[in-house]
C-alpha cells in the first residue's frame, strides 16, 4: 500500500525557516516525480514544487521560487520542502503527492498533510 | 498561466441523481492533460480521473470525465452518499499546473 507520511508542520514568524519532511512507504521512490501542493484555510488548491525521480529536475511556483527549495534523499525515500522568508499568505496546509509518472505533475496519492501557521 | 473556471460553484442533488460538473480553461490544454480530483472534509484529495476520460484506479464507472481543449466535464452517473464532497479540476500541461477554484456537490 501506497504511504505518504508528511512531518515538520507547525507555527513559525514571519520571516522564519521551516523544513517539511514526506516519508513514503509502498512503491519504488526513486522511480516517480513528487510534488507538494497546498490548501490555505477553506481555499483552493495551489501547486508548489516538484522533483523529478532522481532529483536532478526542480520545479516551483512564482509564488514561492527563490524561498523554497524541494529536495528528496532516495536512500531514505524521503522528500523535503526547505521554505525559508516565510509569509503570512503561505499558511496553508502542505501535502506531500505522488506523481502518476516520471513527471505528468498529476498525483495519484496524497499524504494527510502538514499544517503551516505564519504568524507573529 | 491557464485559469480554470469550475461551474457551478455548488450543485444540489439528491442521492441516485446525475451530477454534471464543467472546468473551463483560460487556454487549450495541451493534450488533454486534465485530472479531476475528489476532496471530502478533513481529508486529502483523490484522483478520480486523468488525461480528461480515464479513471484512476479503484474508482468506481459511475465517475467518467469527457472534453477537450478548453471544455471537460465531470459527470457523477447516479450519485451515492459518498459522492458528496468538493471536486477540483487540474490542468498538468503547462506550468504552472494549475487547479479550478473547485465546485461542492451537497446533498438537497
Known amino acids: 500500500e501506497v504511504q505518504l507520511l508528511e512531518s515538520g508542520g507547525g507555527l513559525v514568524q514571519p520571516g522564519g525557516s521551516l523544513r517539511l519532511s514526506c516519508a513514503a512507504s509502498?512503491?519504488?521512490?526513486?522511480?516517480?516525480?513528487m510534488s507538494w501542493v497546498r490548501q490555505a484555510p477553506g481555499k483552493g488548491l495551489e501547486w508548489v514544487s516538484a522533483?523529478?525521480?532522481?532529483?536532478?529536475?526542480?520545479y516551483y511556483a512564482d509564488s514561492v521560487k527563490g524561498r523554497f527549495t524541494i529536495s528528496r534523499d532516495n536512500s531514505k525515500n524521503t522528500l523535503y520542502l526547505q521554505m525559508n522568508s516565510l509569509r503570512a499568505e503561505d499558511t496553508a496546509i502542505y501535502y506531500c503527492?505522488?506523481?502518476?509518472?516520471?513527471?505528468?505533475?498529476?498525483?495519484?496519492?496524497w499524504g494527510q498533510g502538514a499544517l503551516v501557521t505564519v504568524s507573529s | 498561466e491557464i485559469v480554470l473556471t469550475q461551474s457551478p460553484g455548488t450543485l444540489s442533488l439528491s442521492p441516485g441523481e446525475r451530477a454534471t460538473l464543467s472546468c473551463r480553461a483560460s487556454?487549450?490544454?495541451?493534450?488533454?492533460?486534465l485530472a479531476w480530483y475528489q476532496q471530502k472534509t478533513g481529508q486529502a484529495p483523490r484522483l478520480l480521473i486523468h488525461?480528461?476520460?480515464s479513471r484512476a484506479t479503484g474508482i468506481p464507472d459511475r465517475f467518467s470525465g469527457s472534453g477537450s481543449g478548453t471544455d471537460f466535464t465531470l459527470t457523477i452517473s447516479r450519485l451515492e452518499p459518498e459522492d458528496f464532497a468538493v471536486y477540483y479540476c487540474?490542468?498538468?500541461?503547462?506550468?504552472?499546473?494549475?487547479f479550478g477554484q473547485g465546485a461542492k456537490l451537497e446533498i438537497k
Open positions: 509502498g512503491f519504488t521512490f526513486s522511480i516517480y516525480a
Open positions: 503527492a505522488k506523481d502518476v509518472g516520471s513527471g505528468w505533475f498529476c498525483f495519484d496519492c
Open positions: 522533483i523529478s525521480g532522481s532529483g536532478g529536475g526542480t
Open positions: 487540474q490542468q498538468y500541461g503547462s506550468s504552472p499546473y494549475t
Open positions: 488525461g480528461a476520460s
Open positions: 487556454q487549450s490544454v495541451s493534450s488533454s492533460y
